[in-house]
């Protein structure tokens, strides 16, 4: 069957990580651009450079200080991602008479910070401009989905993913790809919120997340036993009352091990996150389900997700936590597929920090 290669440099800047990747896909000619199959995709690189170590000084992230970082980090990040790729740096083209092999350049256009997300979107449509070939925006959650289908391609459909990251919470179930239903969100903080918020009152510093996971393999999960919230109730997530449950237990229990508290803490929101997921996918009759976002990284998630799905008897992907936390190659395989589906993106399409997902 004669195919036809496309090449996408992706860049990613929506919040504290600086991502460029270079993604190449294969498809058949002619092949109808409605087709449901995601294309073969083959990452020829993915460079990530985190503003971790910025950012933690302050607590947190500081909008305008990850805007100044990315602006420093993001012409070494790109030419670091066409090297690995074996193709050079040249942004106007003129040093060796040619551009690069690119057939498109992408970056996430939204959600995410306004000031850090302008940054890759500015400097995608220049590259895009310079080198004579299309732009492509790109939701930064439609992003989070297909990291699903750089290691499955062939995963079953309908899939069902829990989304779980700093910023979000949801249970999204894609009928094939760019066809997507929000079945269950959060009401209040996001799951990696609330690790980071819960980090913080406890000291143990930023981002939250990564820390309570290590922390907790020196604790027991069933020391303190924490509420689930809504655990009875639907699709949806209710994070924020097992933040102050972990407040009021410290107050009342100043003695109280970290290790414990973490363990324990993280086993609350864990067993919702799974109970949730394999919920939505029995009721939904998904034929799969797969994680994604940066609180998919979590050992303890990962773990009792795999066993669950396996005990129900689901095709499951656990994702490489490479493509989990932030990165640009999620970025460039949902940019194959938009580009194929909807072709290129005007150039007057600006930055939307509150971008939401195209649904059915
Ligand atoms: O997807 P992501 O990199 O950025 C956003 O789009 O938000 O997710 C970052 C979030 C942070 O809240 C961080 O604490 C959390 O993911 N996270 C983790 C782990 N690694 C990162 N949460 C729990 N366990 C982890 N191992
Ligand atoms: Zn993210």
């Known amino acids: 069957m004669e195919t036809t290669t496309t090449t996408i440099l992706a860049i990613e800047t929506s919040c504290d990580e600086t991502s460029a990747a270079v993604v190449r896909a294969e498809r058949p ?44 980090m993001l012409e070494p990040v790109v030419g ?20 690069p092999a690119i057939d498109a350049v992408a970056a996430t256009r939204g959600p995410g910070l306004i000031g850090a997300l302008l940054v890759g979107v500015s400097s995608a449509k220049a590259l895009a401009l310079a080198w004579d070939v299309p732009y492509v925006g790109v939701n930064h959650m439609e992003g ?35 066809r997507y239903r929000i079945l269950g969100s959060t ?33 027991d999960p069933a020391a303190i036993r924490f509420p689930r919230g809504m655990l009875d109730d639907g699709l949806d ?10 407040i009021n237990y410290v107050r009342r229990h100043p003695d109280a091990t970290n290790p414990d508290l973490a363990a324990s803490f993280q086993e609350a929101v864990v067993d919702v996150l ?11 009759r998904a034929a799969a389900v ?21 005990e129900a008897g689901l095709d499951h992907l656990v994702p490489s936590r490479a493509y989990c936390t932030d990165n ?19 150039l007057d399409a600006g930055a939307d920090p509150s971008l939401r997902l195209a649904t059915i």
């Open 29 to 72: 000619v002619g092949a109808g651009t409605r087709s449901g199959a995601p294309p073969r995709i083959e990452v020829l690189s993915n460079v990530v450079s985190s503003q971790v170590a910025v950012h933690a000084e302050f607590g947190g992230v500081v909008p305008e200080v990850a805007s100044r970082a990315h602006l420093e």
């Open 80 to 99: 670091q991602a066409l090297a690995d790729a074996g193709l050079a740096f040249d942004p106007l083209g003129t040093g060796t008479g040619r551009r």
């Open 144 to 178: 989070h989905l297909f990291a699903t289908f750089l290691e499955r391609p062939d995963i079953g459909l309908p899939l069902v993913v829990l989304l779980v990251s700093g910023g979000h919470t949801m249970i999204v179930k894609v009928d094939e790809p760019g």
């Open 187 to 219: 009401v209040d903080d996001a799951a990696g919120e609330a690790f980071d918020k819960v980090a913080r009152y406890l000291g143990l510093g930023y981002p939250g997340g990564p820390i309570i996971d290590a922390l907790s393999a020196e604790g």
């Open 237 to 246: 997530f209710s994070f924020s009352g097992m933040k102050t449950a972990v």
């Open 274 to 284: 799974v109970t949730k997921v394999l919920r939505a996918a029995k009721r939904h």
């Open 290 to 310: 797969a994680l994604g976002g940066g609180v998919a990284a979590n050992s303890r998630l990962r773990q009792r997700f795999a066993q669950a799905a396996a």
């Open 328 to 346: 640009a190659a999620m970025i460039a395989a949902a940019a194959h597929w938009r580009l194929a589906h909807d072709g290129a993106t005007g």
